[in-house]
Structures are given as structure tokens and as C-alpha cells.
């Protein structure tokens, strides 16, 4: 991500590598990502200031930008090494998509809503993030031309299990997806191991809903 750290804010971006620590958060490779991750240039001007504080913040279009420690937590589960393929469902800013350009080899992520779209794929280049495609369009039918992932990350809540996304989901792979209501939901990952998916529960969470084909239906 050459021209992604400059000095500005880098104390700030510290401090909140500092704050993930203190809340358990140990994945070196996690707390790497978000040092070399400028959040401020992917929120709106007006909540800028709050870039590295541990909060959500609203991006426009009636999204939001989910809580660093939230990201951070999200990514640990995944235990990427730095070779995998990864697809992502809900771009929103791209501030996550450009966490996970540091943690895997190829990112592919798709945002249903144009103006997200347009503006991460912006700010990406900017950035001059290399490792990463977008696509615009509904995430809940996956983007199968790269398929299988080896992670699925899904960014916003569905009432079940999107079953295009575990098709698309290589042996050994993880899928992260919060499951439940539109207002409250539970973390579920789903791992494909010997020929089947296990199911496990992490923990209570709160998403935007998933909105298309398999998730919620305007
Ligand atoms: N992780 C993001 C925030 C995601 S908010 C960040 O770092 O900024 C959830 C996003 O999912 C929103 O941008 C929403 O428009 C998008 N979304 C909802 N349903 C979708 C679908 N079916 N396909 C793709 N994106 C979807």
C-alpha cells in the first residue's frame, strides 16, 4: 500500500493498535494491518476526527463503518497467512477490504450499493492497493468466475446462510457471516473440513442487513 502512511495521524493509528491490544486482540499480522491502514481516508470528512477511535461510524447511503475492534476481531478468526483468496461481501468504505489487501493474496469484493462502490474503488487506487477486485452487484449469489475461497467474509447480517457463498467456499476455508434478525444477529463461522461444514456460533453482533437474493428482500 505505497502512499497509504503518511505522518498524519500515525500517532493516532498507534494508539488504536495500542487499544486493540489492551483488548485481547494478538494476531501480529492483525494489528500490523490496521498500523498500515489509514481508516481516516475512508470515512466521511465530517467524522474524520473520529477515524481512530474504537467506534462505529455512519459512511453515507444509511451504511455504517463497523467498530476497529470489531474488524480486528472478524480478521483473528480467519488465521490468514498472507497466501489465500479471499472474497468479501459488503465493500462498504473498502476500509476492511484494504485490512484484509495486508492478510491474504487476492481479495475479491462485492458492494451492492453504486456510490460505495465507486468511492472504495477510489480510494483503493489512490492507495494503490494492487491485490484487490470489485464488483458491483448482489454478494449473496458470491462471484463465482474466481471461486473457491479459502475465506468468505461476510459483512452485513442475513436470516440464513447464503447457499451459493458455501458452495464457493474451498476445502479448508472458513465463511464468517452473522446469522439472525435485522437488528441482532450471531457471528457464525462455517468451515468446510473432509467433505463437510461445521457450524460454530462466536458471539452476539449487530450488522446492516444483507439485502438480495439469499438475505433479506428489501
Ligand atoms: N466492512 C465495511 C462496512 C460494511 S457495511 C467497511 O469496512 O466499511 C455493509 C455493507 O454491505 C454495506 O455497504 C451494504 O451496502 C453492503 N451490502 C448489503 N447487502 C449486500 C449484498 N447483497 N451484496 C453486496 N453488498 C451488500
Do not use: C
Amino acid at each position: 500500500m505505497a502512499g497509504s502512511v503518511g505522518p498524519e495521524y500515525r500517532g493516532a493509528r498507534r494508539r488504536l493498535v495500542e487499544t486493540l491490544q489492551t483488548m485481547g486482540i494478538r494476531d501480529l499480522s492483525v494489528l500490523r494491518a490496521v498500523d498500515l491502514t489509514p481508516r481516516h481516508v475512508f470515512v466521511p470528512t465530517g467524522v474524520r476526527h473520529r477515524a481512530y477511535e474504537d467506534s462505529a461510524l455512519p459512511i453515507g447511503n444509511g451504511q455504517t463503518i463497523s467498530q476497529p475492534s470489531v474488524h480486528a476481531r472478524y480478521l483473528e478468526l480467519l488465521h490468514l497467512t498472507g497466501k489465500e483468496r479471499v472474497l468479501e461481501v459488503g465493500t462498504g468504505t473498502g476500509y476492511q477490504t484494504a485490512l484484509l489487501s495486508n492478510l491474504a493474496a487476492q481479495v475479491f469484493s462485492i458492494e451492492r450499493v453504486p456510490a460505495l462502490y465507486e468511492q472504495a474503488r477510489e480510494i483503493l487506487r489512490q492507495l494503490d492497493v494492487r491485490n484487490v477486485s470489485m464488483l458491483l452487484g448482489d454478494g449473496t449469489i458470491g462471484w463465482r468466475e474466481y471461486a473457491p475461497y479459502d475465506a468468505i467474509l461476510v459483512s452485513a447480517g442475513a436470516p440464513t446462510v447464503p447457499a451459493p457463498l458455501l458452495d464457493q467456499l474451498a476445502e479448508g476455508g472458513t465463511l464468517l457471516i452473522p446469522l439472525g434478525g435485522k437488528d441482532e444477529q450471531t457471528l457464525v463461522s462455517f468451515e468446510r473440513r473432509d467433505g463437510t461444514v461445521v457450524r460454530r456460533d462466536i458471539a452476539p453482533v449487530r450488522f446492516v442487513p444483507l439485502l438480495g437474493t439469499h438475505g433479506w428482500q428489501g
